[in-house]
């Protein structure tokens, strides 16, 4: 029997792993060219739409030395708030208390040892939000409500009661557009598209930015534009390119 040499017996090994090697990096290159190449494309949309609901949050902010004194307060000017918003014909159901609380006012400065300062009195705030779905009486609505105890006001903002078909309208043309972008590109490329990997959506609505202002009793209603608000969508896809 013939016996190898430890000098011949790395360079058998050697061998056969250059066998090994040749003969599995076709395979893998085989398998690598078998695989589609894939387009990322994003598209986008916006649907404008005439808004015909405004949210606003008013408020009652009331002090007094006593704790019990600032809660009662408030809660008197707030009931008269939503009697007034009652006489509007807003729905219970278009109020919405948002936030409630009492903290306590201090003195101030520090005293002498720069320790806490004294409290000298409470505050209680309410705020309340408010769906308004008759725009044409917005401005009576805000006027009124300064008139009878609301004396702070959080915002404004627009939208609309039934956004569904907008939802709709801006995700099919959102898809629209990720197809022609993708079109584009792929023609561009020289080459064609294949079925579609994935799909993902995003979108919301894009309207005016909330309104802030100190609110202020006024002889006419609150002067108000509604603009215009829009639905926006966004679709991204993963499409297999064809060679």
Do not use: H, W
Not at 52 to 75: C, H, K, Q, S, Y
Request: aromatic share 4%; charged share 20%.
């Amino acid at each position: 029997m013939r016996r190898f040499s430890p000098v011949s017996r790395p360079l058998v090994l050697c061998a056969a792993l250059l066998v090994v090697l040749g003969l599995s990096l076709p395979a893998q290159v085989a398998r690598a060219a078998d695989e589609p190449g894939l387009l990322n494309v994003t598209g986008t949309a916006q649907i404008p739409a005439i808004p015909d609901m405004a949210t606003i949050r008013i408020g009652v902010v009331t002090e007094d030395r006593r704790a019990d004194r600032a809660l009662a307060g408030n809660a008197s000017q707030m009931s008269a708030v939503l009697t007034k918003l009652q006489g509007f014909d807003v729905a219970p159901r278009d109020l919405q208390t948002s936030d409630l609380s009492l903290s306590p006012v201090y003195e101030p400065g520090q005293d002498y040892r720069g320790q806490s300062r004294r409290i000298v009195a409470f505050r209680a705030s309410n705020i309340l939000t408010v769906r308004v779905r008759d725009l044409e009486r917005l401005g009576e609505i805000l006027d009124a409500s300064v008139g009878d105890g609301a004396n702070s006001f959080g915002g404004l903002s627009f939208g609309v009661q039934a956004p569904g078909p907008l939802e709709t309208a801006a995700r099919e043309a959102a898809m629209k557009d990720a197809l022609a972008r993708a079109e584009t590109l792929a023609t561009a490329a020289g080459v064609g598209l294949g079925p579609i990997r994935s799909i993902t959506e995003q979108g919301g609505f894009r309207g005016p930015q909330m309104m802030r202002a100190e609110m202020a009793v006024a002889d006419a209603a609150v002067p108000v534009a509604a603009g215009e608000v829009s639905m926006s969508a966004t679709v991204s896809l993963v499409i297999e390119l064809a060679q």
